[in-house]
């Protein structure tokens, strides 16, 4: 079945910055190291590109309400490889999830420390189909979440 997100995967990240290739033991390997089970849709993506920076006309993500960013949308600069060198990679999740005193459930697609665009597996279990969300670390009090989509399928 040919549907928008398989239309849109060929064209959502900028070629030129492409990562290693993609092997089903290294997402293996990847998927211990986080204790979850990466999405079918987001495995797809990044076995036909691994990770880069985002085509400028899928480069913001509308939202429900204000952030910091803007009122109506997010910043959606790049989508995490595994093992990647030229962007955030998803390998690095849990020690930026504990540099910037998040929640360990949360596996990063995209971000700066001060706001992440993240798969949550706090509600789904390792093993579930994780909402994507903005996730912000507030200047004042407690983090902020945002649901952004029910699935990586969905978020594409």
Request: hydrophobic share 40%.
């Amino acid at each position: 079945m040919h549907d928008e997100f398989d239309a849109r995967l060929p064209r959502l990240l900028d070629p030129g910055t492409v990562g290693g290739p993609l092997t089903d033991d290294v997402v293996a390997e990847v998927e211990r190291a986080l204790g979850v089970r990466l999405p079918a849709e987001l495995l797809a993506l990044l076995r036909h590109q691994n990770g880069g920076y985002v085509r400028s006309e899928f480069s913001a993500c509308p939202t429900s309400r204000p952030t910091s960013w803007a009122d109506d949308h997010i910043a959606l600069n790049e989508i995490a490889g595994i093992g990647t060198s030229h962007v955030l990679a998803l390998d690095q999740s849990r020690d930026l999830n504990k540099e910037w005193v998040q929640p360990p459930e949360l596996v990063l697609l995209s971000g700066d420390g001060h706001w992440w665009i993240a798969l949550d597996y706090r509600t789904c279990g390792p093993t579930g189909e994780p909402p994507v969300i903005f996730y912000e670390n507030a200047a004042e009090g407690s983090p902020d979440d945002l649901p952004v989509a029910a699935s990586f399928r969905e978020f594409v």
